[in-house]
């Protein structure tokens, strides 16, 4: 059991807990929550023992082992997989000392320790857990000086988790992790067999789990049971009611103040007015909650261009002439809400940087909208800013004709206000820097917008204003994340991107999820065994293909009046009587590029129907 007993801390003055307590039964999984800057590591860092407190007492009990991830781990000649065996400091110490013993009993006791620990098997559950989280067998067997630093804090994440501490204190793990690393992660926690508490601002993990949150609100730390969606609600329902009992009480304030205020000179109601001056100074005072700081993301939006934005015809891409993707036929449109998914090293990464023009193909065709802008934020972008730089200067740089107050006015537009704006980049968080990044991607409203990771380091506030701020863009949007709320609530086009093809992935994300923890992802092709006959679609399937139907008929809606407005131009005397012949040209060519659209929408709608059909829909 951890127990946190009235316990104060400050930093530079600024007190971050006051006599706050706590108590996390033995085995809980626990999600710690609470506003940037709150004091969340910091408490992690009490809890180990690294800072001294002010006040108060942490205990746990004796010989308890804390475990978690503080930075990756060197770039040495040793593999992986001896690595993760090493982070148990008790079973390697066994091991040599079985090598060297020669008296009897202790190579007896050493033995039937390792026994008990399942020092025998330890290689199979290193393996299991660095599969788990994205390296293969070949892998493993390599030095860590062989993988880049973000994969290295992926080992340092397995030899605390194959350690087993007995308690386990995670900060934001899944921010180096990929969504098929993220669900395992999940998995994984959930049958940890001693007490976790995780720092995270994944909705998914914390829905999924864990099994209490902690909030550490106003220096303070509450325990609410049960996953992140009913702590939300009870919340909600707390600020609710708490607004509501601050209002009638200011009320009621309000009136016994007037009542003092009127007659507290008049003699014959001298005595009633201390009465009532009594009864406010007695009054506790309820004080209403907080609200949260708005956060927001305000993307410009781009203008209309004729479908498709990008056509992908027999397309093959990669680096030093060697290809990583094949086969590529694939067609995006602006109103395409697309998310990438499949394991790291499958080729996601590669194919953004195909569709922002920052790798060329290397076979095949890739058709273009001649005004198409594309932005492009992956998360090393955020670590090639300037830090010795203000987001102002990043901004100025970028516009240099621009006033600087409308400068100005674009950093508040995503959440960067006065304070952020002339602050050096190295003195920002993660979740600014972030802002940053995103800003300077989307300045020039691009068509299609590709975001590799957008919500590292971004707070719970900012993830569902970044989801308010897709829903409203009105360009296209490419996804690859690990955050599979932002997914669900964002994407309605699924690709999967596995073994050299990108194919799209006709089931839903909850499907995928399960499929990854079933270990199927990796099932070698082949064609499954017949079948007596063809069972019914399952509702959710149904569902999905109304879906693609009302879709399609959303674009064919679309289309139309592109038409229409086209075909308008066209038929006005104005344009043939200005003497531009190549205006009418222009425009003639558009008319035929929506046409060409609107004959493939059509075909995709009759498709889509004889599907839903199909099915019985």
Not at 145 to 169: H, I, T
Not at 409 to 415: Q, S, T
Request: hydrophobic fraction near 40%; include cysteine.
């Amino acid at each position: 059991m951890l127990r946190i007993d009235d316990i104060s801390y400050s930093v530079e003055g600024r007190p971050l807990l006051e006599h706050a307590s706590a108590v996390i039964p033995t085995g809980h999984k626990v999600g710690l929550v609470g506003r940037n800057g709150s004091g969340k590591t910091t408490l992690f860092r009490l809890i180990r023992g690294e800072l001294t407190l002010e006040g108060g007492r942490i205990t746990l009990p004796e010989r308890a082992r804390i475990g978690g991830v503080a930075q990756e781990v060197p770039a040495s000649d040793t593999s992986l997989l001896d690595t993760v065996l090493a982070a148990d400091t008790e079973r390697a110490g066994l091991m040599a000392e079985a090598e060297t013993a020669d008296d009897p009993h202790r190579i007896a006791e050493v033995q039937t320790r390792l026994a008990d620990i399942d020092a025998w098997s330890a290689e199979a559950r290193a393996s299991a857990i660095l599969k788990g989280l994205g390296f293969d067998d070949a892998e493993q067997r390599m030095p860590c000086a062989s993988f880049s630093g973000g994969w290295r804090m992926r080992v340092a994440l397995a030899g605390v988790l194959f350690a087993q501490p007995d308690l386990l204190l995670l900060d934001e793990p899944t921010n180096y992790l990929d969504l098929e690393g993220a669900v395992w992660l999940e998995s994984y926690l959930a049958r940890y067999p001693h007490s976790v508490i995780i720092i995270s601002h994944d909705r998914g993990l914390l829905n999924r789990a864990v099994g209490a949150i902690l909030h550490l609100e106003n220096r303070k730390l509450t325990l609410y049971q049960g996953p992140y969606d009913q702590f939300a609600r009870q919340r909600a329902e707390q600020r609710a009611v708490q607004s509501a009992m601050a209002k009638k009480q200011q009320a009621r304030r309000d009136h016994l103040q007037s009542f003092v205020d009127r007659f507290r000179a008049k003699a014959s109601k001298a005595r009633q007015a201390q009465a009532r001056i009594k009864m406010l100074e007695k009054m506790e005072i309820i004080t209403a909650p907080e609200d949260a700081a708005k956060q927001v993301f305000s993307f410009p939006q781009p203008d209309d261009l004729s479908p498709p934005i990008i056509a992908l015809e027999g397309g093959e891409v990669g680096y030093g002439g060697r290809a990583v993707l094949r086969q590529l036929n694939l067609r995006i449109d602006q109103d395409d809400r697309i998310a990438l998914l499949g394991r790291n090293g499958q080729g996601k990464s590669t194919l953004s940087k195909l569709l922002a023009g920052r790798l060329p193909l290397l076979a095949g065709r890739m058709t273009t909208s001649s005004k198409l802008r594309v932005g492009y934020f992956a998360q090393h972008q955020v670590d090639e800013l300037h830090v010795d730089e203000s987001p102002l200067q990043h901004i100025r740089r970028a516009r240099p004709e621009e006033a600087p107050s409308k400068l100005r006015a674009r950093l508040a537009g995503f959440g960067l206000l006065a304070d952020q704006a002339e602050t050096e980049v190295g003195r920002l968080s993660g979740g600014q820097k972030a802002r940053l990044s995103l800003l300077l991607a989307t300045l020039d409203a691009p068509h299609l917008l590709i975001l590799d990771e957008p919500t590292n380091h971004l707070d719970m506030e900012s993830r569902e204003a970044l989801v308010e701020a897709l829903a409203e863009y009105s360009g296209a949007v490419i996804l690859v994340s690990h955050d599979m709320h932002l997914l669900n609530l964002i994407a309605d086009r699924l690709w999967l991107v596995k073994d050299g093809r990108v194919a799209l992935y006709d089931d839903d994300l909850d499907a995928y999820r399960k499929m990854l923890l079933a270990g199927d992802d990796k099932a070698p092709d082949r064609a499954p065994p017949p079948k007596p006959a063809a069972p019914r679609p399952s509702r959710e399937a149904i569902l999905a293909l109304r879906a693609e139907v009302r879709k399609c008929e959303d674009r064919l809606e679309k289309l139309n009046q592109m038409r229409s407005r086209l075909a308008e131009k066209l038929a006005d005397v104005a344009l043939y009587e200005s003497g531009k012949a190549g205006e009418v040209e222009i425009w003639q060519k558009k008319y035929a590029e929506v046409m060409d659209g609107l004959d493939r929408a059509e075909f995709l709608w009759l498709v889509a129907q004889e599907r839903l059909e199909a099915a019985g829909g």
